[in-house]
């Protein structure tokens, strides 16, 4: 907390709106989904160990989709596979998040011609919050993602809804 | 063994079960055999005390084209440290070779693969589903004629 340490010298009091602190927490524990599907899981798995430690953002790898609250899609998406993912992503609890890493589970990425197996993009079966392109992205690349998506966590109001 | 003492006693072994060879000229030396009798030719070769040839180290399909599919098998003795290529074709209208599971047991998911790519039947094979596409899939994909279907389960396929 050395951050905060002698800031509040008028009393023990923080004001600021519930839907702030409930996007800060959520935002802050954004726990994965544990799964990978091809090269790119290499790279999400590098991400989440010791050198880049994804764990200091927050994020973590559950292996039950009741837990999770990110789905980080990393890897090609065959078509036999497709379905999983769909109900897998159908038993996460809300509110939930998908981040598609890599140009296979963007788009179909080198099979995107020849792949007869592959779907073209995970957003034909399931929707997607944050695309990141690469083959494979770096771990940098990842966090950036998993970043940009705290950002669009930080901006959702709950329990103010929003007026147009 | 060299190639050509190999593919002399299988022709005498076999005569007519032993269509063609090509043993020069290439890096692996081949002998197609006629796909009744490949069951025999291969327990004869694992078997046999000159050949032993105790492992199946790679069992491919192909698609050889003007509606002719073959079945390549190649063969390694560990024992005697030599190895042959055989071959078998067979008419697309009618796929039959006889599995050869019972003789190498790694011949197992290698021939349900190529069944799954190129519709190949393996008679006798004791398991002879889909291996890798979803078993609702329609045709065989490395068919050089086969077409990308535009929807599988309500998923578009093409880009
Ligand atoms: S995008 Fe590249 S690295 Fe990632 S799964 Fe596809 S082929 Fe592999």
Known sequence: ?164 | MIAQELYDLLKTTFSDGILEAKLDGVIDPWVSVAPDRILDVARFLRDDERTQFDLLTLLSGVDMTKGTLAAVYHLYSMKRNHKIVLKTFVPETHPHVQSVASIWRTADWQEREAFDMYGMIFDGHPDLRRILMPDDWDGHPLRKDYQVPEFYNGMKVPY
Not at chain 1, 40 to 57: K, P, V
Not at chain 1, 59 to 69: E, I, L, N, V, Y
Not at chain 1, 75 to 84: E, H, I, N, P, Y
Not at chain 1, 96 to 123: F, I, Q, T
């Open chain 1, 1 to 164: 907390m050395g951050l905060l340490n002698q800031r509040f010298e008028n009393g023990n009091v923080l004001l600021t709106s519930v839907d702030d602190v409930l996007a800060w927490g959520r935002l802050s524990s954004l726990w994965a989904m544990q799964f990978g599907l091809a090269c790119c899981a290499i790279e999400m798995m590098a991400t989440g160990a010791s050198h880049y430690d994804l764990d200091r953002f927050g994020t973590f790898f559950r292996s039950s989709p009741r837990q999770a609250d990110v789905m980080i899609v990393a890897g090609t998406v065959t078509l036999k596979m497709a379905s999983r993912i769909k109900t897998l992503y159908d038993q996460m609890a809300e509110p939930r998040y998908v981040l598609s890493m890599g140009s296979c589970a963007n788009c179909g990425g080198p099979y995107w011609e020849h792949g007869y197996h592959v779907l073209k993009g995970v957003d034909r079966v399931i929707p997607v919050d944050v695309y990141v392109p690469g083959c494979p992205p770096r771990p940098e690349a990842l966090m950036e993602g998993l970043l940009k998506l705290k950002e669009k966590i930080r901006k959702e109001r709950l329990i103010l809804k929003q007026t147009a």
